[in-house]
């Protein structure tokens, strides 16, 4: 019998993509040491063996481990409160909790990074019905692994490196907790330490200096202490050299809320006044947080009633009924740049549940979104076509991402509207499938105006040699063929790749 193009895609994922991206921190030395590699930074220590930092309560097991290697183990000294000390701090990983395997974006990382392990969660519980039991323990290792670092480091971080301390990622903390809830609810422990590591979080980073603002009661992303990024090719900071005092200080500020957001980077975001922008995208899923502890009965403080504050706020100040569309808003000059549409605007209120109880707000933004931003490919990241704003970054037009596509997706269904949802997961899968067939791997975004892999924007894209796969755009494929195609749907799209009809479309 003749395999199926989705199946050899489906297969592929589960016998090879998948495991490429698995690491585990023990408890056997050679795992911990293969997490410790790091193409992006070089040591700058003497005897440049690698260094890892580890909460106190776990240092013994550690040091143990790693007895008879190279690797020196230090006690974590605490997050560090100023520049000074953030800068002096040597560059070393992050222990996470003992033996707890993750999984990392793609094959070159090492490190567990922050928004991409939601949208990998995903992934692993949409690996079939019900979830592979391997990839459910993943999953559930990794909740474990994220609660773990905001018990000892403060906050879900970009990614567990000592250089990543002084700034997070989009907080899904939450939305990770309810998609695991199912498998879960019986471990009274984990769900009691999750929900505790979610409310510190919100309250210690996100409702605190610098990110919230509290003229208006929204967050920003930010990032502190302030400074500079290692990870970066030489001269990538020359534009800072000119600046002086407070607009040095809020460049640095706003290069850090650009990183933090996980859109690095974005003409939706200046280098300039990043740190000022109260985001779509942020907002939404803070009020998704609000909403996720009013369901499971968080007691600390009525959820429900911030969540409708915040749900207000954001169609006062963010929402413009001439574009149909919500906008980032700027907390220094209490502005909205309305000049282009972009997918955070749209799909993320749709998915959070802000605009559940309005049918004609959510009709006009689902009007908007497949209208101005459906492509032959997917959804692409905003309608910047010809450069307007004098910056092209890698999540503007014609870039399309596995995040957007998901949270689109997602927001499209839990309100009814899956014809939309389905067309929109179809013309991604052909993309990811005609990729897959041509170059034999699923890489980090594609251009999906033109419908290729080949994506001309900085950094290039990740993942496009053959045998690579990067981890939300597995997920991505995985959760639209579980979860959002229908049989028919998915029997079309064989249909027309085994009989090679894929001329004009993705």
Not at 379 to 406: E, R, Y
Request: charge should be negative; include cysteine; aromatic fraction near 10%.
């Amino acid at each position: 019998m003749v395999e199926q193009p989705l199946e050899t895609l489906r297969r592929t994922i589960a016998s090879k993509a998948w495991p490429s991206l698995v690491r585990q921190m023990g408890p056997e030395a050679d795992k911990i040491i293969r997490c410790m590699v790091d193409s992006k930074v070089k040591s700058t220590r003497a005897d440049g063996n690698p260094l890892l930092f580890v909460p106190p309560a776990d240092f013994p097991v550690y040091q143990e481990a790693l007895k008879n290697s190279a690797v020196e183990v230090k006690p974590f000294p605490g997050v560090p409160s100023t520049t000074k000390d953030f800068q002096d701090m040597d560059s070393g990983l992050l222990a996470l909790e003992y033996g707890s395997p993750y999984m990392v974006p793609g094959a070159r990382f090492n490190e567990m990074y922050g928004w991409d392990s939601y949208f990998i969660t995903l992934g692993l519980l949409n690996s079939s019905t019900p979830p592979n039991p391997d990839l459910l323990h993943i999953a559930i290792s990794m909740l474990r692994n994220h609660v773990y670092q905001v018990e000892n480091y403060g906050k879900v971080l970009n990614a567990n490196r000592s250089y990543f301390l002084n700034r997070a990622q989009p907080p899904l903390l939450s939305s990770t907790l309810m998609l695991l809830m199912p498998y879960i609810k019986d471990d009274d422990k984990l769900v009691k330490r999750a929900t505790a590591a979610v409310v510190k979080e919100y309250d210690t980073v996100w409702k605190s200096s610098p990110r919230y603002d509290t003229i208006t009661g929204l967050s920003k992303y930010g990032g502190s202490p302030a400074a500079t990024c290692r990870a970066v090719e030489p001269g990538h900071y020359d534009w800072m050299l000119s600046l002086q005092g407070d607009d040095l200080e809020r460049a640095v500020q706003s290069d850090m809320a650009v990183r933090e957001s996980g859109h690095d980077t974005t003409a939706r975001l200046s280098r300039y006044d990043a740190c000022d922008m109260a985001t779509v995208d942020l907002n939404c899923i803070l009020y998704k947080i609000e909403r996720d502890m009013s369901e499971l009965n968080e007691p600390s403080r009525d959820w429900a009633a911030l969540a409708e504050t915040r749900k207000l706020s954001m169609l006062r100040l963010m929402y413009i009924p001439e574009r149909s569309s919500f906008f980032d808003y700027n907390t220094r000059n209490g502005q909205v740049d309305t000049s282009f549409l972009s997918v955070t605007g749209l799909a993320y209120p749709l998915w959070c549940g802000l605009v559940d109880d309005d049918r004609s707000i959510s009709n006009e933004i689902v009007n908007t979104l497949m209208t101005n931003l459906g492509q032959p490919g997917g959804i692409v990241s905003d309608d910047l076509k010809d450069n307007v704003k004098g910056f092209t970054g890698q999540w503007d037009w014609p870039a399309g991402w596995a995040p957007h596509q998901m949270i689109a997706w997602m927001g499209l269904m839990r309100l009814g509207y899956i014809t939309q949802a389905r067309d929109l997961a179809e013309r991604w899968v052909r993309l990811c499938l005609k990729t897959f067939q041509v170059y034999d791997c699923l890489p980090e975004k594609f251009d999906v105006v033109n419908c290729t892999s080949r994506i001309d924007l900085e950094y290039g894209n990740q993942c496009t040699e053959k045998g690579e796969y990067f981890g939300w755009t597995i997920a991505s494929v995985e959760m639209a063929l579980q979860s959002v195609l229908t049989p028919d749907d998915i029997s079309r799209i064989n249909h027309d790749f085994s009989k090679k009809q894929e001329v004009k479309k993705c």
